[in-house]
Every structure is written in C-alpha cells, then in structure tokens.
C-alpha cells in the first residue's frame, strides 16, 4: 500500500538522505524491511523564529507491505486523489489553422498542446529569439540603448524570462503540475516538482526556451519572430485573421496572449471595440538589501550556512483600507530595467538560478484602481490604467536625468522624511540618479510606502536600514485591462472565434498560471475545431 507521511530534517542533511527508509519505519512504528520506495514529493524550509535552527518539512511517499499500527495512522497523511490530465480531442485532418499571438508562457503552452493535438498553429512573437533579445537587453544595461520591440517585457518567452523564474503560485489548478513536468521535459530542474518554492532562473530558461522552441517546430509550428499584431480582421461578425507589420494573416480562430505590457494592443482591441474592463494594479518601487541582512533576519545567524539557500521574505500591511506589500521577491538577485517605450524608466527584479548575487530585491508596491486613475487626470475609460503608468515611468525618465539612469533614495532618508542625496552600495545598470521620490510619485503612492515600510521594518529587523534603496518605478505588477471570457466556451463575447489567454488579457500573474491558462485554452480551441 502506498502511505505519505511529514518528517523534519536539519538542513545540512544531504540530499541523497532526505528519502530516509529508516525514518519512515520509525515513525510508522513497522520494520525497515516492510518500507521500500519511500521519495520526497515535497520540501518546504521552515525557518520561524521558535524553531532553535531552520528544518526541511519533508512530506515522502512510500509502498509499504503492511498497514502501520494504529498507534503510529495518526502520522499518515491523506493521500491525493488522480491528477487529471490534459485530454482534449485530437484536430480533425484539414482543419484551418489557429493563430496564437505572444510567445510568452500562456502563448507558449497553448501552441504546445494544440500542435500535440494535430492542430496547424502559427505562433506570432513581436520579439526577437531568446538568445538575440538578450544582446538587445546587454545593450540596453550596459549603453541605454533601449529597442522598444525586443526588451525585457518582449521577446521570446514574455516578461518572465528576466525575472527569478518563480513558478509559486496560488491557483490550485490541477494543471499547475502537468506545467511543471512539461517543464521539466526541456531542461527544468527536476526539483521544480518537490520544492515548496520552485524556481528556475533566468540563465536556465534561456536554454529551456530554445529547447522548447524545437520542441515546437518539429511539431509543425510555425514562428514568426519580429511580427508585431496591429489589428483584428473580422468578416460578418467573427474572426478572420489579422493584421500586423508584416501583413495579414487569415484564420477563423485567433488566440491573443499578448504580456501586460503590450499597451498598443490594448489601444487596438479597444479601437476595434472588444469588450474590456479597467481592473486595479499595483505600482511603487524596488528595495534592494545586501543579502546578508536578509539572511540575518531570516535565519537568526550571522553567517548563513551554506546548505541553506539565499534568505526571502513576503511581507504585508494595510493603509486606510489600501493594501502595500512585497512583490515578486529575487533572493541573491539583481534589478533590471524593463522600459518598453523611449523616454520611460520602470524596473523589475531577476535571479539566476543559483542566486548567488550580493543583493537580495522585491518590489514594494501599493494597490492602485479606477477611482485613483480618475483622481490624477487620467480619465474613466479602460485605457486609464495604462495612461497612469505611463506618466509614472515619464516621470521617474525625467528624474533620472533622461539617459534611462533610474531615480532612486536611500530607505532610511525615506522612512525619516529627509532627501541626503547618498545612496547605498547596487549594481544596478544603466546607473542610479538620486532623487526625493516624494516629488517622483504621487501621494497616494508613497504615503502607503511610508506607512508600510515603517510595519515591515518591525517585522523584519533592519528592513529600513540606511544599506539599502528604492529605486523607481514599478509598474508592472499585472496587466491594468481585463477582456472577459464566456464561461463556457471561453471565446470573447461578441467576437466569435476570439480568444485570450494569460496575463496581458487579465487572466493570470505569473509564469505557473500563465501557462496554466494556456493549456485550459487550448482545451477549448480544439473542442471547437
């Protein structure tokens, strides 16, 4: 019979240990002979402060050839029921081909279950490949030379590909699995499948988006970089194609997986006057620690032993009913420009995948909705979320002395209301302009940054310290549209034969549930085939 069970193990445990037939005898009170096949399914640190030294929560799985004893079943954990799996009907022989827009990882995903399926896909990227955006991006850090089209945000495998490579998710879709194992199946860590908090890291997406693009093109996919989307193009009130620098492409069924930064998009769909909705967002800055002191406060040492790994933190408080917190924390990793347009600076955070940095980052944003928009000037229409970013990131351009240099301000200088004009020590590219960011961003914005800065410094020890900065603007934390779906079919109303998939539509945040959706898509595109 199969059992699954919790264990704790120290830290500096080795991982060939960590499957331990022994514990799971002892804790189950049976011999080690009636124990064979024990493996961890899972691994969470738990590293909270009345724990005398950081443990792994292991939950393990085993056959084990007889029932334990009821003394020792209040150990056992309920086991999962059958995951199931994407099953949808294959493509009929001759059906038309289905155009997805955005390589990204909700674009990505669906392309790759609908061609597995037998389904013609031409797969539409206004970037570049991974490996040529990246000396467009090298080129960017290093000279500010920004390339609107191929950038941090644009390019073959979306936004996600320049940040911490996080897959944590919240969506409890059963899908989140069969994400991970397709990931695995072209290069991801295997430990994506057990670890509490899976990450992979820039470096290794680079090559697990040139081994899925192969992948994609022996399936029969065909990928046209560099191919902006212009326009929809409709024939008697449903899809017929669509239009983009390079021409008109036909097809009756169209997947839009356009990435939260494709404001030209947005302003097409909305000309063409697919249904849309303002939602909020949350905007504010990046804080960059030196890595050490978040361990320090994490892990309660001096020194972080080598066998744990680079410490984070998730932090959250409330202003007059306006939530502020951490986002998308890089442990041991470095912030990055993610301007798409000229004449704007907005920054994000990426780790390797050993996160070995000096610096430990996260965005401390602020939720930002409608009502504000209005409030600043930026009107009641659904494109008034992406006005108000913008004038934040031409702001904090102009700020930074208009040569994509990224306004920035000591924490400590902040929480205490002074402007030094001192920064601490970063390494992030193209450089730093010191600068009072009161006069950066708007009230509503940094009076709920103070406010919970001052609560997060309580939390965590040294938060607020004068070792580390805010460096402005972060804009991108989801997409400031939503384009709703049918619940059934999940074509846009109104617009037959139309689909959305992912973050830009406002459907997902993240990489995990990005392609979650893709796959969910693409069941629904080959069921109307």
């Not at 920064?423 to 010191?434: C, I, K, Q, T, V």
Request: hydrophobic content about 40%.
């Amino acid at each position: 019979m199969r059992v699954r069970l919790e264990v704790a193990k120290e830290h500096d445990v080795p991982d060939a240990e960590l499957a331990d037939v022994a514990d799971v005898a002892r804790l189950l009170e049976l011999d080690e002979a009636d124990v064979r096949e024990v493996r961890v399914v899972r691994r969470a640190l738990d590293a909270r402060r009345r724990l005398p030294r950081p443990v792994f929560r292991l939950t393990l799985e085993a056959e084990v050839t007889r029932s334990p004893p009821p003394s020792a079943a209040k150990r056992l954990l309920e086991l999962p029921k059958a995951r199931p799996r994407p099953n949808p009907p294959s493509a009929p022989p001759g059906a038309p081909p289905v155009i997805v827009v955005g390589a990204g990882p909700a674009g990505l995903f669906c392309t790759w279950l609908l061609a597995e399926r037998g389904a013609k896909v031409i797969l539409l990227e206004r970037g570049k490949p991974v490996d040529r955006r990246a000396r467009d991006f090298g080129r960017f850090r290093g000279r500010g030379e920004l390339d609107p089209e191929s950038n941090l945000c644009f390019g073959e495998g979306g936004a996600g590909t320049y940040s911490d490579g996080k897959l944590t998710t919240r969506v409890k879709d059963p899908y989140v699995r069969e994400v991970f194992e397709r990931l695995v199946s072209v290069g991801a860590p295997a430990r994506i499948l057990v670890d509490a908090k899976p990450h992979i890291g820039t470096n290794l997406l680079y090559r697990l988006l040139m081994t899925l693009r192969a992948r994609l093109l022996e399936l029969g996919v065909e990928i046209s970089f560099e191919t902006r989307f212009a326009r929809l193009v409709l024939s008697e009130g449903r899809i017929a194609g669509v239009e983009t620098n390079k021409g008109v492409l036909q097809a009756p069924r169209v997947v839009l997986a356009m990435g939260h930064s494709a404001r030209d998009t947005f302003a097409s769909l909305a000309a063409s006057n697919v249904p849309m909705i303002a939602k909020s967002f949350a905007v504010g800055v990046r804080i960059e620690h030196p890595q050490d002191l978040i361990d320090q406060a994490q892990y309660h040492c001096q020194v972080r032993p080598r066998t744990l790994p680079p410490a984070d933190y998730s932090l959250t408080h409330e202003v007059v009913g306006r939530g502020v917190y951490s986002f998308c924390m890089c442990p041991g990793g470095m912030i990055v420009p993610t301007s798409t347009e000229p004449g704007t600076v907005v920054v994000n955070g990426m780790s390797t995948a050993r996160r070995s940095s000096p610096f430990a980052n996260s965005g401390l944003v602020v939720q930002v909705g409608p009502e504000d928009f209005a409030k600043l000037g930026h009107g009641t229409d659904v494109l008034a979320g992406a006005r108000f970013q913008r004038s934040l990131e031409q702001a904090c351009y102009e700020a930074g002395g208009r040569n994509y240099f990224a306004p920035a301000m000591n924490v400590m200088d902040f929480a205490k209301g002074r402007a030094s004009g001192r920064l601490a020590d970063s390494h992030f590219r193209p450089g730093l302009a010191a600068t009072d960011l009161r006069d950066v961003l708007p009230p509503i914005v940094w009076r709920s940054l103070h406010a919970g800065l001052r609560s997060f410094d309580t939390t965590l020890s040294g938060f607020a310290s004068e070792y580390a900065n805010l460096i402005a603007v972060e804009t991108k934390t989801s997409s400031p549209i939503q384009i709703p779906r049918d619940p059934t079919s999940w074509q846009v109303p109104g617009f037959a034969g139309l689909y959305v998939a992912g973050e830009g539509p406002g459907h997902a945040g993240g990489i995990s549930s990005a392609a979650v959706d893709g796959l969910r898509v693409a069941e629904r595109v080959l069921g109307s085939l």
